[in-house]
Structure formats: structure tokens, C-alpha cells
């Protein structure tokens, strides 16, 4: 069977309006850091809409954050095209994490868990050496996990919650990388998972918006210091899209029941909508892309 008669209902010709779900949504509070089994929608990471062909193949990659959302669309679809993929999660999210590890192994490629908590440097650098040890090398780095929690006002933002966010957003991605450096050699691909609130802050998100914009400009310094080497480093920037982030306090519950209402598209993006983002920056199909600020925000108005 050639690709194209394997690709399904996604890859149809249909208006993005109506392609997904759109709002209103119930409200779902749930404890952070969530789980997707708790999502009404149902969110689709591209478990079962997702076509690879090859563009990855034998490629060895660490995501961060893989179990849901954004990271595990993203590790689907390196799967499926062909790479090794180790991810990295809370303890607290084994499930999810399970649920991803069962789909790598199912297109046949080398799938490794490793959970423990980003907030600590030396976890960071034992998670690359067991990814790099288990995976055989490492060729693409997705720093991803995310941390975000809404605060009407600047004094109910804690020091607590300030430095969390700041450790997990902004920190981890700094140990990681430094680390992840070290292995990788030309052909190698960074990407940063920033946010249209790098550049368009919600006043509710007043910490992680800063993190975000962070993300942007590490995205850059580093696309600078590395592109001799051959490695090129580019970041994401999604705009609202449907994962547990969001319902775990990322949002207010009457911000989830309308979620995605003020893009032009009128809904929430699903993870598996980013797929091909990520797939585009760590392949060689992205080989003129560095330093770059990919958005994917459904002609975002500030959420
Ligand atoms: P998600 O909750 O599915 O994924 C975030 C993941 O981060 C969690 O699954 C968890 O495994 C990981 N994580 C959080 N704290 C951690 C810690 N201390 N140690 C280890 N792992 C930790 O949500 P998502 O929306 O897919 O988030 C992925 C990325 O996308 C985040 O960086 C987020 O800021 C970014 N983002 C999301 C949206 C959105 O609307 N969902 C928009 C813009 C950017
Ligand atoms: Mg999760």
C-alpha cells in the first residue's frame, strides 16, 4: 500500500472551522498536572489519524512532557516516522505515560520512560544520560514540559509559584539542553515549546507568560552559538490548544468553557495539529530553519 492510501480523514480537504470540536466545552477542573483521560472532548494526539513516511527514520529523540498534550502528539508522530523516542513525565502521570510507550512500541521502534521531576538539575542530567544510554545517542531534543497556572491578581502570584514555574519553563530547559549538547553532533535538532504568550501576555498568566518570552530568546541565543556545529535550534509558539495544562489550573474554569472562541478559527487547536510542526523542525525537511519562531495559534487574539 503506497502512503497516500494509508492517509486518513485528517489529511482530507475540509474546513479547519469544523474540523475539531468547538466551544462551549463543560468545565473540567482537575489536579495538576492533569491526565487526558479526564478530557471532555476527548483530545486527539494523532493516535489514530496520524500518517508517518519515513522522515525520522532511526533518528533517536527525548521529549519532555511526552505523556500528554502537545509532547505526546509529538511523540506519536516521531514514532511514526520512523524514531526511537524516550520521554520524560511526573511520577504522578505513569498512565499517560504508559498509553504513549505502548504506540512508540507499536510501529516497531525503541520506546523509553523515564519519570521524575525537571525542578532538579541533577534529575535533568541523569534524564539525558539514561535517554542517551537507553536510546543509543540522541539526534533531536523537545523541551516541552510546561508548568502554567492563572493568578487574577500579581499578590496572589506567591514566590512559591514564581520560582516553580521559572524552574520548570525556563531552568529545566537550560540543565537539559547543556546536557543534551554534549551528544549531539550535526544533523541534531532543538526545539523549545513557547507560546503565543511569549509575545502577547494574558494578564492572568503573569509568571509563565514571562517564561515563555524567555523560551524565545534562548531559542535564539542558542540557534547562534550552535549553528556552527551544524545543530539548529527553533522554537513553537501554539496558541490555545486542547491538553491538561490548561483544565489543571492553566485557566480559569470559565475560560475552559469557551476555550479557543477568540482565535479566527473559533476552536481550540488539537495536539495532533502540531505534529507536523514538530516533525518539520527536527528533520532535515527543516534544514534552512534555525533560530526560527514557528506559530500554529489559529489567528490568535491574546486568551
Ligand atoms: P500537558 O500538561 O499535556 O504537558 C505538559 C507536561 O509537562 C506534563 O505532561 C508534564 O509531564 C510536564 N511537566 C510539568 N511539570 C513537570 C516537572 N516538574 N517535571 C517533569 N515534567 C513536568 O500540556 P501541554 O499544553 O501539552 O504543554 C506542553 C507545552 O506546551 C508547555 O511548555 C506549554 O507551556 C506549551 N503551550 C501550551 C499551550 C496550550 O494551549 N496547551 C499553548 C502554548 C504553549
Ligand atoms: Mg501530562
Same mark, same amino acid.
Given at each position: 500500500?503506497?502512503?497516500?492510501?494509508?492517509?486518513?480523514?485528517?489529511?482530507?480537504?475540509?474546513?479547519?472551522?469544523?474540523?475539531?470540536?468547538?466551544?462551549?466545552?463543560?468545565?473540567?477542573?482537575?489536579?495538576?498536572?492533569?491526565?487526558?483521560?479526564?478530557?471532555?472532548?476527548?483530545?486527539?494526539?494523532?493516535?489514530?489519524?496520524?500518517?508517518?513516511? =519515513?522522515?525520522?527514520?532511526?533518528?533517536?529523540?527525548?521529549?519532555?512532557?511526552?505523556?500528554?498534550?502537545?509532547?505526546?502528539?509529538?511523540?506519536?508522530?516521531?514514532?511514526?516516522?520512523?524514531?526511537?523516542?524516550?520521554?520524560?513525565?511526573?511520577?504522578?502521570?505513569?498512565?499517560?505515560?504508559?498509553?504513549?510507550?505502548?504506540?512508540?512500541?507499536?510501529?516497531?521502534?525503541?520506546?523509553?520512560?523515564?519519570? =521524575?521531576?525537571?525542578?532538579?538539575?541533577?534529575?535533568?542530567?541523569?534524564?539525558?544520560?539514561?535517554?542517551? /544510554?537507553?536510546?543509543?545517542?540522541?539526534?533531536?531534543?523537545?523541551?516541552?514540559?510546561?508548568?502554567?497556572?492563572?493568578?487574577?491578581?500579581?499578590?496572589?502570584?506567591?514566590?512559591?509559584?514564581?520560582?516553580?514555574?521559572?524552574?520548570?519553563?525556563?531552568?529545566?530547559?537550560?540543565?537539559?539542553? /547543556?546536557?543534551?549538547? /554534549?551528544?549531539?553532533?550535526?544533523?541534531?535538532?532543538?526545539?523549545?515549546?513557547?507560546?503565543?504568550?511569549?509575545?502577547?501576555?494574558?494578564?492572568?498568566?503573569?509568571?509563565?507568560?514571562?517564561?515563555?518570552?524567555?523560551?524565545?530568546?534562548?531559542?535564539?541565543?542558542?540557534?547562534?552559538?550552535?549553528?556552527? /556545529? $551544524?545543530?539548529?535550534?527553533?522554537?513553537?509558539?501554539?496558541?490555545?490548544?486542547?491538553?491538561?495544562?490548561?483544565?489543571?489550573? $492553566?485557566?480559569?474554569?470559565?475560560?475552559?468553557?469557551?476555550?479557543?472562541?477568540?482565535?479566527?478559527?473559533?476552536?481550540?487547536?488539537?495536539?495532533?495539529?502540531?505534529?507536523?510542526?514538530?516533525?518539520?523542525?527536527?528533520?532535515?525537511? $527543516?534544514?534552512?530553519?534555525? $533560530?526560527?519562531?514557528? =506559530?500554529?495559534?489559529?489567528?490568535?487574539?491574546?486568551?
Amino acid at each position: 500500500m503506497s502512503t497516500s492510501d494509508k492517509l486518513t480523514d485528517r489529511y482530507k480537504k475540509q474546513n479547519p472551522l469544523t474540523q475539531y470540536p468547538q466551544p462551549p466545552f463543560p468545565r473540567q477542573p482537575q489536579e495538576r498536572p492533569g491526565s487526558v483521560n479526564k478530557m471532555e472532548p476527548e483530545p486527539d494526539h494523532g493516535e489514530k489519524s496520524y500518517v508517518g513516511f =519515513g522522515r525520522l527514520k532511526d533518528r533517536k529523540a527525548l521529549i519532555t512532557g511526552g505523556d500528554s498534550g502537545i509532547g505526546r502528539a509529538a511523540a506519536i508522530a516521531f514514532a511514526r516516522e520512523g524514531a526511537d523516542v524516550a520521554i520524560c513525565y511526573l511520577p504522578s502521570e505513569e498512565q499517560n505515560a504508559q498509553e504513549v510507550i505502548k504506540l512508540i512500541e507499536a510501529e516497531g521502534r525503541t520506546a523509553v520512560a523515564i519519570p =521524575g521531576d525537571i525542578i532538579s538539575e541533577d534529575f535533568c542530567n541523569e534524564l539525558v544520560e539514561t535517554a542517551v /544510554k537507553k536510546l543509543g545517542g540522541l539526534d533531536i531534543l523537545v523541551n516541552n514540559a510546561g508548568r502554567q497556572t492563572a493568578q487574577q491578581s500579581i499578590f496572589d502570584l506567591t514566590t512559591e509559584q514564581f520560582d516553580n514555574t521559572f524552574k520548570v519553563n525556563v531552568y529545566a530547559p537550560f540543565w537539559i539542553t /547543556k546536557a543534551a549538547l /554534549k551528544h549531539m553532533e550535526a544533523g541534531a535538532s532543538i526545539i523549545n515549546t513557547a507560546s503565543v504568550q511569549s509575545f502577547d501576555p494574558s494578564a492572568t498568566l503573569l509568571d509563565y507568560a514571562q517564561t515563555k518570552a524567555c523560551n524565545v530568546a534562548f531559542t535564539k541565543a542558542l540557534a547562534g552559538q550552535v549553528a556552527e /556545529k $551544524g545543530i539548529r535550534v527553533n522554537a513553537v509558539a501554539p496558541g490555545p490548544f486542547w491538553t491538561p495544562l490548561q483544565s489543571s489550573g $492553566g485557566q480559569p474554569q470559565d475560560k475552559i468553557e469557551k476555550f479557543g472562541s477568540t482565535t479566527l478559527l473559533k476552536r481550540p487547536g488539537q495536539p495532533v495539529e502540531l505534529a507536523p510542526v514538530y516533525v518539520l523542525l527536527a528533520s532535515q525537511e $527543516g534544514s534552512y530553519m534555525t $533560530g526560527e519562531v514557528v =506559530g500554529a495559534t489559529g489567528g490568535e487574539m491574546p486568551y
